[in-house]
C-alpha cells in the first residue's frame, strides 16, 4: 500500500519503499489525493490520502469524531468532498450519491442496516438494482442472481422469498453485501460491521469477508476493535481530530502506537485499577427466572464490586439485567435487596437504589431528541422537586456538575443528546445513575460503540464508583475489559449462570470455553475468536 | 455521524452578546409559528385598503374565532407532545354539546349541565387513554374508533336532530363566552373583557405551568420522546398517557362550551372535522406527530393563523373555497420551513451547495 502522508506527518516514514516499487497487485481501485471536507466553515476532514488495491484490506482506525465517518460518507456518495480528489480505476470519481457510488462499484454495509424489514431477501438484494423490462420485473432472473450471490457468500441455503424482519441480525448484515456483490461492488465499505454481531457470527462475516478479497474485492474497514482490525485488515490509516496522523502496514506496528496515534498520547494504564474494597451483600438473586431466561440463577453482589457477566449474545445477559431492573417480569425466584425483597415496580427499584444503562442508546438508553439536562434527571425527578414541583435550578445545577465530571463535550446542558457522538452520549447515560444516586449499577455494554479514550474514562468511573461503595453489575462482550475492570465474573450460557469466579481465575479462553458450553470443541473455538486472536493477517491467507 | 454534528457551527453560549440573545431567542421552537402569523397578519394588513381588517373589531373577532380553536387544541398539544393523537376530538366535541344542550333543554340548570359536559370530555379521553394504555393499540386506530363511537353517542343523545335550548336556561357567561366583545364596562357585574379569551389565556397559562415546571410534564415529554427511556427511567408510562388523554377530554369539553356559546344549538353534525382543525393548529405551532415536541405558545399562534387567513380571505372579497386553500398551503409551508431549519432534504442542500 501506498499512502499520502499529509505533510505535518512523518509517521509513516516507516513505510518500506520497497513495498511501492514491487507491488505485485498493480495499479489501485480506488486512489485518494488530499480528500478535504468542511461544514459550516469547520474543515472536518483534511489532506486524507490512500491507495486501495485489488483484494487489499484497509482499516480506518479513530476515535469517534475523528472523521471515519465523513470519510466513508465521501467515499460511498453521501457527502461531497470540498478538497482533494478521488479516482475509480484511474477515472475520476466524484459520486453524486450512494446509488451512483454503488452503481459505479463502491458499496457501503452500514452500521445501522438499512434493509427495508417488510420486503423479501431477493426484493432487499436486488433493491435499486431491479432486472426489469419495461417497468416489469424480471423475477426468475432476479432469483438466479440472488441465489448465485448468495452462495458466493456461503449462504446458499437461504430462501429468498423469506421476509428480512424474520431474519437475524448477521443475516441480515448478509443481505447488505449480498446487495454490494449483485452490484459488481469492488470496493466494500464496512463500518463497525461486528457491533452487533454474536462471535460466530462475527467469524462467518470475516470468513466472507476473505471470500470478498479473494475475488478482487477491496476492503474499506471502520473498526474501535484492534483485534479484530489486524484479523481482517493488512494496512492502517489513522485519523485524529479529521487529520491522517498515521498510516502503513499492520505488520510493522503494534497496538501502542495504534493506540497512541489514535488518541494522541500514551494510554498508559488502559484498564485503570482504582482500589476500592467488597463488603457485605447486597442484591441476592435466588432461582431467578423469567419466561424468556434467564433460568434458576442464583447470584450476589457485594457492596463496591464489579460483577462482570460474560457469555455470546442471546445467552441472557441482557434479560437478566432487564428481569433485576423490572423491565421484565420475573416468573419465580426472589430477588433480595439487602435482604429485603424488591417490589415489582421500577420507580421502586429506582427509589431503592437500582439503575440501568441500556445495551440500545438510541432505542431505550435515551430520549435523543431531549436535552442533557432532561436525560440526565429523567431517572428521578422527584429529586429534584418539591409536590411535584421542579426545582428548576438545582436541576441544572446537578446537570451542570455531572455534565462536567463525566466529562461530556457539548455546547450546554440544553443541547438535545442526539447531537452528541456516541461516546458523549453514552457519558449522559451514566450521569443520569449518578444524578439518581444509583447504589446498584446494572451496566448493559457500557463501552459499545466508544472510543478508546472515553473507554478509558468510563473504566475509571466504574473503579471510582466501586470505592464509594457502589456496586456495579456490567454486562459486556469485550472480554479483555471485563478481564481488566472486573473482581468476579459470572459467565452465561443458554440463560443460566455456568460459572462465577473471581477474576484471578479467569482467562479469556477459559471464558470462551465456559460460554460455549465447554464441550471440548472450545478452545479450538476460542482460537478462532477475534477478540482472542492477536495474530496479524495477510491478505493472501486463505479464504474459508 | 458524530462528525457531521460537531461540525455544525455552534452558537457559542458564553458570549452573551445582545445579538447573541436574540439568536437564542430565534432559535425557540415557538418563535417560527408566532412569526409566521405576524407574517400573515402583517400580509392581509398591507393588501387591505379599506382599514377593516386590521380595525379593533375585526382583530377581537378573529381572537374569539381563534379561541374556539385554540382551547381544543391546547389538550390536543399535551398529547401530541406525548407522541399520540386523538382523532375522535371533534366528535367527543359534539357530544360534550350535546350533552350540555340536553341538559339545559331538560332545564336540570346550567351548573349540572355544565358539570356533565365537562365529566363528559373527561370520560371521553380517559377511554381513550385507558384502551391506548391497556392494550398499546396506537392511538391513531383506538381514536378513530372512538370517533366514531362519539359519534353515535352524540345522535343518540340529540336523537339525531340539532337541539336548541330555550335562551332562558342558558347563563350569561356562557352566552359571553364565544363573544368577541365583553360588556361595556362593569354593566350588571360582566367583565370588561372578552371572557372567552380570559378563559383561553388561564388554561394555556395553566398548562404551561403544567408542561414546563412539573414532573409530570417533563415525563410527557420524555415519553413522547422515547417511551423505552421513559419505561427505564421508572416513569408509570401507562399511567401518565392514560392522564394526558384525559387533559385532551376536559379541553375538548372546554371547546364544547365555546362552541356551544358560539352557535347556542348543538348537533352531533358539528364536530365532524374539527378535530383536524385542532391538529392543525399543534402542528402549524411547532408540534411534531413524532412526539416530543409542541409548544402552548406555537398552538395558541397557529390557531390565530387559521382565524387570521379566514378573515383576511374574506376581506379580500374571496369566498370559502380559498380560505380552505390558503389554510392548507400555510399548514406545509409552516411545517415544511421548520423542518429545513434543522434538517434540509437532500435536493435542496444540492440546489445550496450549487
Known amino acids: ?49 490512500f491507495d486501495l488495491h485489488p483484494g487489499e484490506s484497509l482499516a480506518i482506525v479513530g476515535e469517534n469524531g475523528a472523521g471515519k465517518s465523513t470519510l466513508m460518507k465521501i467515499l460511498s456518495g453521501a457527502h461531497r468532498a470540498d478538497a482533494g480528489r478521488m479516482t475509480l480505476d484511474g477515472r475520476p470519481f466524484d459520486p453524486a450519491d450512494p446509488a451512483d457510488a454503488l452503481a459505479r462499484g463502491v458499496a457501503m454495509i452500514y452500521q445501522e442496516l438499512s434493509l427495508a424489514p417488510d420486503l423479501s431477501v431477493e426484493d432487499n438484494v436486488m433493491l435499486g438494482q431491479e432486472r426489469h423490462r419495461f417497468g416489469w420485473l424480471r423475477r426468475g432472473e432476479q432469483r438466479r442472481k440472488v441465489r448465485e450471490v448468495l452462495a458466493v457468500l456461503g449462504y446458499g441455503d437461504l430462501d429468498p422469498r423469506r421476509r428480512v424482519a424474520e431474519l437475524s441480525v448477521s443475516v441480515r448484515q448478509m443481505i447488505e453485501i449480498a446487495r454490494a456483490l449483485a452490484a459488481e461492488a469492488r470496493v466494500v465499505i464496512f463500518d463497525e460491521p461486528t457491533s452487533s454481531l454474536t462471535l460466530p457470527d462475527v467469524r462467518r462475516l470475516f470468513a466472507v469477508i476473505d471470500t470478498l478479497r479473494a475475488r478482487g474485492v477491496a476492503i474499506l474497514y471502520i473498526s474501535h476493535f484492534l483485534e479484530e482490525v489486524r484479523r481482517v485488515c493488512e494496512s492502517y490509516l489513522v485519523l485524529r481530530d479529521g487529520r491522517q496522523v498515521d498510516s502503513g ?60 457477566i460474560a457469555g455470546l449474545v442471546g445467552a441472557g445477559r441482557t434479560e437478566l439485567l432487564r428481569a433485576l431492573m423490572g423491565l421484565e417480569p420475573a416468573s419465580s425466584g426472589s430477588l433480595l435487596l439487602d435482604g429485603k425483597p424488591l417490589g415489582a415496580s421500577i420507580a421502586g427499584r429506582i427509589a431503592r437504589g437500582l439503575g440501568m444503562v441500556s445495551e440500545d442508546r438510541k432505542s431505550e438508553g435515551l430520549a435523543l431528541g431531549l436535552p442533557i439536562l432532561e436525560n440526565a434527571t429523567l431517572g428521578r ?69 466508544i472510543d478508546v479514550g472515553t ?31 472486573c473482581d468476579r465474573i459470572a459467565v452465561m450460557s443458554r440463560g443460566r449462570i455456568v460459572a462465577v469466579r473471581p477474576v484471578a481465575e479467569w482467562t479469556e479462553h477459559a471464558i470462551l470455553a465456559a460460554a460455549i458450553g465447554g464441550d471440548g470443541s472450545s478452545s479450538d473455538a476460542a482460537s478462532d475468536m477475534p477478540p482472542a486472536d492477536p495474530r496479524p493477517h495477510s491478505s493472501d491467507g486463505p479464504p474459508r | 455521524m458524530s462528525e457531521s454534528i460537531s461540525s455544525r457551527p455552534a452558537a457559542d453560549p458564553s458570549r452573551r452578546t445582545s445579538l447573541g440573545t436574540l439568536l437564542r431567542l430565534l432559535a425557540r421552537p415557538d418563535v417560527g409559528p408566532v412569526l409566521a402569523m405576524l407574517l400573515v397578519a402583517f400580509f392581509f394588513w398591507a393588501i387591505d385598503s379599506g382599514g377593516v381588517f386590521a380595525s379593533p373589531t375585526n382583530v377581537r373577532l378573529m381572537l374569539a374565532n381563534a379561541a374556539r380553536i385554540a382551547v381544543p387544541a391546547l389538550g390536543m398539544t399535551v398529547i401530541i407532545i406525548a ?48 384502551i391506548i394504555s391497556l392494550t398499546g393499540i396506537v392511538p391513531f386506530v383506538v381514536t378513530l374508533g372512538t370517533m366514531s363511537i362519539f359519534l353515535g353517542l352524540a345522535n343518540l343523545v340529540t336523537n339525531e336532530t340539532s337541539l336548541e335550548p330555550p335562551r332562558s336556561s342558558i347563563p350569561w357567561w356562557l352566552n359571553d363566552l364565544a363573544a368577541a366583545r365583553g360588556s361595556s364596562l362593569g354593566f350588571e357585574g360582566k367583565p370588561w373583557f372578552p371572557l372567552g379569551l380570559a378563559v383561553e389565556g388561564l388554561a394555556a397559562l395553566l398548562l404551561g405551568i403544567v408542561l414546563y415546571a412539573t414532573v409530570f410534564g417533563r415525563r410527557i415529554f420524555a415519553i413522547g420522546s422515547n417511551e423505552r427511556t421513559a419505561r427505564l427511567c421508572g416513569i408509570p408510562v401507562g399511567l401518565t398517557k392514560t392522564a394526558v388523554y384525559t387533559i385532551g377530554g376536559l379541553f375538548v369539553a372546554l371547546g364544547a362550551l365555546y362552541q356551544f356559546s358560539f352557535i347556542k344549538q348543538a348537533s352531533a353534525r358539528d364536530g365532524i372535522g374539527l378535530e383536524l382543525q385542532f391538529i392543525a393548529a399543534v402542528v402549524i405551532g411547532g408540534g411534531s406527530l413524532n412526539g416530543g415536541r409542541g409548544s402552548i405558545i406555537g398552538t395558541l399562534a397557529g390557531a390565530m393563523l387559521a382565524a387570521i387567513i379566514e378573515s383576511g380571505v374574506v376581506q379580500l372579497g374571496l ?33 445550496i451547495r450549487r
Open chain 1, 1 to 49: 500500500m501506498r499512502t499520502d502522508p499529509p505533510s505535518r506527518s512523518s509517521a509513516d516514514s516507516s513505510q518500506p519503499p520497497a513495498v511501492r516499487g514491487d507491488d505485485p497487485r498493480g495499479k489501485p481501485i480506488l486512489a485518494a489525493q488530499g480528500l478535504g471536507k468542511q461544514f459550516g466553515g469547520t474543515w472536518v476532514l483534511e489532506e486524507v490520502g
Open chain 1, 249 to 308: 502496514e499492520l505488520s510493522s506496528t503494534d497496538d501502542r502506537r495504534l493506540v497512541a496515534s489514535m488518541v494522541g498520547r500514551d494510554v498508559d494504564e488502559f484498564f485503570p485499577r482504582i482500589p476500592h474494597e467488597v463488603g457485605e451483600d447486597r442484591l441476592t438473586l435466588r432461582d431467578l427466572s423469567s419466561i424468556d431466561g434467564p433460568y434458576d440463577v442464583n447470584l450476589t453482589v457485594r457492596r463496591g464490586e464489579i460483577l462482570g
Open chain 1, 381 to 449: 425527578l422527584r429529586r429534584f422537586s418539591r409536590g411535584g414541583l421542579l426545582l428548576g435550578s438545582e436541576r441544572r445545577r446537578t446537570t451542570e456538575r455531572l455534565v462536567e465530571s463525566f466529562r461530556v463535550r457539548c455546547r450546554g446542558i440544553d443541547q438535545p443528546v442526539g447531537e452528541l457522538s456516541g461516546g458523549n452520549q453514552q457519558k449522559v447515560a451514566l450521569a443520569r445513575l449518578a444524578a439518581q444516586d444509583a447504589e446498584i449499577l446494572l451496566l448493559d455494554e457500557p463501552t459499545r460503540g
Open chain 1, 455 to 485: 473507554k478509558a474514562e468510563i473504566y475509571r468511573r466504574l473503579g471510582a464508583w466501586a470505592s464509594e461503595g457502589r456496586s456495579i453489575v456490567m454486562v459486556s462482550s469485550y472480554l479483555p475489559e471485563l478481564l481488566g475492570t
Open chain 2, 83 to 130: 407522541g399520540g393523537i386523538d382523532l375522535s376530538s371533534g366528535t367527543a366535541l359534539a357530544l360534550c354539546s350535546s350533552v350540555l344542550a340536553k341538559m339545559l333543554e331538560l332545564e336540570f340548570g346550567w351548573p349540572v349541565a355544565v358539570t356533565a359536559c365537562l365529566l363528559t370530555g373527561v370520560g371521553c379521553g380517559l377511554l381513550n387513554g385507558g
Open chain 2, 319 to 351: 369566498k370559502s373555497p380559498a380560505k380552505s386553500i390558503v389554510l392548507g398551503a400555510v399548514i406545509i409551508a409552516a411545517v415544511g420551513v421548520d423542518r429545513f431549519r434543522n434538517d434540509p432534504p437532500d435536493w435542496l442542500r444540492r440546489l
